[in-house]
């Protein structure tokens, strides 16, 4: 695997060329076949940034970085509706969305590798740097203990685990073949696929609303920044599931109930409705796909649901020129119903509000599995001289902990274990640094 850091490049580096190759295709096939590209590229910048965004923080700050990277690519939906409108051209509009795109590599000096990533590969040097650096900025001390016991306490490492051991490393084999998470990957597909149908089937019926088109798509873009935002507070609340199922409901209701109003302004504002639900039920299930995959595979499963997603990609115009055939209303009946149908799906996902992300694929299959206690409590291994020490969380280092003296501190608190060699038996410390 080349990490985080150096696939999110790669993806830049090929988005920004693609763009501007693409501004000079001389037909329609190549035309087509660089946009191909094109969109490979910009998907796979956006979720793998999405995941480095993830694992830089804790549970408490998940909802927001996932919400800002959202509100993000809602400003940008609404830079090219104005950009659309006073640029005509579609080869000037391509260059010009696509050429700055090649600026963000001065950012790759700011954008550090994932330490989570590192440290689930036993990579403790790496990550040590970047974990003092983010200790730094947030003004908290992390354990000098975490470095001493650096050879003995170790994250497990699938990787390394399976040279050593002459097995493969994590895929989708591995997603597939724990009976669990098999079933919450292929819900959270289906609901990756019915929410971007319905997301994309309204965006792209907007002109058939009634009004001017580029307005329509501008305010089809506007209404996703209070419905992310919105989604924030929501999520913080009452958590991801009930949520999930209440916007992905409302957002159903809103499309099949566009059937029977006539073009105008009442029927664009009932459509508003369905795209502010279906536009906060994305930004939720961004954010719990990120957190219902264990560490080793959170890349790969979340590739599995923008798979899912952009297949639908693939049926929703299909969908759409059924209304022409077949029946008018026929295409925001589907969408209504099978919105719906997804709402209840979620229903069947396990809470992850306040839940450190899952390391192994033996906790993720574990979590929702038991009662909460047992959940939460994080196992034990051993060293290699037998003794046991509790598995140390990268959510434990990001959060800042109350001290047990009753104050707030600006410390980490990492529980551990060390070998009392002097006294000829083990004794459990907590280690407060």
């Not at 796909?289 to 890349?299: G, H, I, W």
């Not at 409590?377 to 902990?401: A, C, F, H, L, W």
Request: charged share 15%; net charge neutral.
């Amino acid at each position: 695997m080349l990490g985080r850091q150096i696939t999110v490049f790669i993806a830049v580096g090929c988005t920004a060329f693609f763009g501007t190759v693409v501004a000079f295709s001389p037909n329609f096939i190549m035309y087509c076949a660089i946009r191909f590209l094109l969109a490979a590229s910009v998907m796979g910048l956006y979720f793998v940034a999405f995941v480095c965004a993830t694992e830089y923080v804790g549970p408490s700050k998940r909802t927001l970085v996932g919400v800002l990277m959202a509100d993000a690519f809602a400003l940008g939906y609404m830079l090219l509706a104005v950009l659309a409108y006073f640029i005509r051209d579609w080869q000037t509009l391509e260059l010009i969305i696509s050429v700055p795109v090649f600026l963000l590599f001065a950012f790759i000096p700011l954008f550090p590798e994932s330490a989570r990533w590192l440290l689930t590969r036993g990579d403790i040097q790496k990550a040590k740097p970047i974990l003092e650096k983010a200790a730094k900025c947030g003004k908290v001390t992390i354990p000098l203990s975490l470095y001493d016991q650096a050879d003995s306490i170790k994250i497990k490492n699938p990787e390394k685990d399976a040279e050593n051991e002459g097995e493969r490393a994590p895929s989708y084999i591995d997603i597939l073949r724990y009976p669990n998470v098999r079933w919450r990957t292929l819900n959270m597909m289906f609901n990756w696929f019915v929410n971007n149908m319905v997301y994309y089937g309204i965006s792209l019926s907007t002109a058939s609303l009634g009004g001017n088109e580029f307005v329509a798509a501008f305010c089809s873009a506007a209404v996703e920044i209070p419905a992310y935002t919105s989604s924030l507070f929501v999520i913080e609340k009452w958590g991801r599931r009930v949520p999930l199922c209440v916007y992905l409901v409302v957002g159903g209701v809103a499309c099949i109930a566009t059937i029977w109003i006539p073009l105008g302004a009442w029927r664009i504002t009932v459509a508003m409705i369905g795209k502010f639900s279906l536009s906060a039920s994305y930004g939720v299930v961004y954010i719990y796909a990120a957190e219902l995959f264990p560490t080793p595979v959170r890349s790969i499963g979340l590739g599995l649901c923008c798979m899912a997603s952009h297949l639908s990609g693939i049926v929703t115009p299909m969908i759409l020129s059924l209304g022409l055939v077949i029946w008018a209303p026929l295409p925001l009946l589907i969408f209504g119903v099978l919105s719906i149908i997804a709402a209840l799906l979620a229903l069947l996902f396990p809470e992850t509000m306040g839940q450190p992300l899952q390391e192994t694929m033996e906790e993720s299959e574990a979590f929702g599995k038991k009662k909460k206690h047992d959940v939460e409590q994080k196992p034990t291994s051993k060293t290699k001289d037998g003794v046991g020490y509790d598995r140390i969380s990268m959510d434990d280092i990001n959060e800042e902990k109350k001290l047990s003296n009753g104050g707030n501190d600006d410390h980490v608190q990492v529980n551990g274990t060390q070998d009392n060699g002097q006294n000829g038996g083990n004794e459990d410390n907590n280690v407060n640094a």
